[in-house]
């Protein structure tokens, strides 16, 4: 296991815990998506993700990382699973169940994924929720599991047949034989492990908080201070609020073309002008110089897919990005302005994915890049930024799981330590899709955001006129 893989496994808590997740809206087919379907489908792509069939060993005590072994009684119906709401199912409805699937923790002695299938949902819909630790995705080499059982086509392409032996898997005696070469062949990175066994421990223990973590990455960012002080940082419960708002695509782009800048600029400008009026909600005094510090990781294409003639169709690499939105000016205009300063300034900048990218880019899966959003913020103290904003480009055609057409894609993205708001951002098929996960005792008015963010985007719209 890698020393970030590592990191996720162990500074973990229950009340924090680190799992990516996602939620497909499904077009419930004439004949229906059986669950058996939906089983054979995943099954057929695990050989694409062969994380998803390992699960975690830890050495002997904390001599060496954790390492990944096949599971010899892996049950793919213990990890695809079948819900259903009280049909015909609402929004409201489906929302709360992802807030408590959500919270409930993974059996770390299986491999750390979850999926289910909920049936019962209003105007003949199916919706599709999978959890996977954020140990399992690292990235293009280890993606999530939405990554490939996404299908351009109604018609699933044709899998050879899968024969799956485990290996064997490794006793506590080869586990301790194993850690004690590492130690002579590479000291160093053993002293490193055992460190992370430590503060693991004590973080999870409330002793010590991301200390030693990623220091090179911290000390890039110490120079901003810590985060201004917010309602948005308190103690995270175990417990979890979930809502989701929807625009089109073609309204950012709008503000966009008016104002010359970037998609991703308007998204911030919208959460942004959606947190000042929820400050104002509570009775917050805003003064006209606050600011709400996001993490709000870049897309970015390499130089090579910049050089290219061909439309963009992938996104190579997250960068961090750590920006003060504008909460207490009043000018929508003056805001967007603001912030897409603040992003020219960027030293990517230049490779940034921008809106008429987004529109062209497909292939590949967004909760993969969520992910590794998520990556990029942990290098950094949660002190350092108030909220983690994470908005990432999907694919701009209709796509399909097990043959049955997707019609909306949300992420809902971890809390990290001491913050209770956490916005995940897809484009998808002509729209913006925000997931909005929220601790459930700190946020009881997060059902207030959907309709905020839409006012904020009016209100841009409006001035663009």
């Known amino acids: 296991m890698s020393a970030s893989d590592a990191d996720f496994f162990h500074l973990e808590d229950t009340s924090t815990p680190m799992y990516v997740g996602s939620l497909a809206i499904l077009r419930r087919p004439r004949g229906g998506l059986s669950y058996e379907t939906l089983l054979a489908t995943v099954e057929q792509r695990l050989p694409q993700i062969p994380r998803y069939r390992q699960k975690v060993r830890k050495a002997p005590i904390g001599l060496a990382r954790p390492v990944w072994v096949d599971d010899p009684d892996f049950d793919i119906t213990y990890h695809v699973r079948r819900s259903a709401l009280p049909s015909p199912g609402s929004d409201a409805q489906l929302h709360e169940l992802i807030a408590r699937l959500a919270s409930r923790p993974l059996d770390k002695t299986r491999p750390l994924w979850e999926m289910y299938l909920i049936e019962g949902l209003a105007k003949n819909r199916l ?157 917050e005094q805003v003064s006209s110089t606050a600011t709400v510090r996001a993490m709000a990781p870049l897309s970015v294409q390499s130089d090579a897919e910049l050089d290219s003639t061909a439309p963009g169709q992938a996104v190579s690499d997250v960068v961090p990005f750590l920006i003060d939105l504008p909460v207490g000016e009043r000018n929508p205009v003056v805001r967007l302005s603001q912030i897409s300063h603040a992003t020219e300034t960027h030293p990517t900048a230049s490779s940034l994915v921008d809106a008429r990218t987004i529109v062209t880019l497909t292939g590949f899966a967004p909760a993969t890049l969520h992910a590794m959003g998520v990556r990029v913020a942990t290098n950094f103290s949660a002190r350092q930024f108030n909220l983690l904003i994470t908005n990432v480009p999907g694919a701009q055609k209709q796509m399909y799981i097990a043959g049955t057409k997707m019609l909306e894609s949300y992420s809902v993205p971890p809390l990290l330590r001491n913050q209770v708001l956490a916005v995940a951002v897809t484009s998808y098929h002509g729209m913006l899709y925000y997931g909005v996960n929220a601790d459930r005792d700190a946020m009881s008015d997060v059902e207030v955001l959907p309709s905020l963010l839409s006012e904020s985007l009016d209100e841009l719209l409006e001035a663009a006129q």
């Open 127 to 283: 919706a599709l929720y999978t959890k996977s630790h954020q140990a399992l995705v690292n990235g293009m080499t280890a993606p999530e599991i939405g990554h490939v059982i996404a299908d351009r086509t109604q018609k699933p392409p044709q899998f050879g047949e899968d024969i799956w032996m485990p290996g064997r898997e490794p006793g506590t005696a080869q586990l301790l034989i194993g850690a004690i070469g590492d130690w002579l062949t590479r000291p160093g990175a053993q002293m490193i492990a055992v460190r992370d066994n430590v503060l693991g421990m004590a973080t999870n223990a409330g002793e010590l908080v991301d200390a030693g973590r990623r220091a090179l990455s911290v000390a890039r960012t110490v120079a901003r201070g810590t985060a201004p002080s917010s309602p948005l940082n308190t103690r995270v419960s175990r417990n979890r609020r979930f809502t989701v708002a929807r625009h089109r695509l073609d309204d950012y782009r709008k503000v966009r073309a008016r104002y010359d800048c970037d998609v991703n600029d308007v998204v911030l400008a919208v959460i942004a002008g959606a947190l000042r009026n929820w400050l104002l909600s509570r009775g």
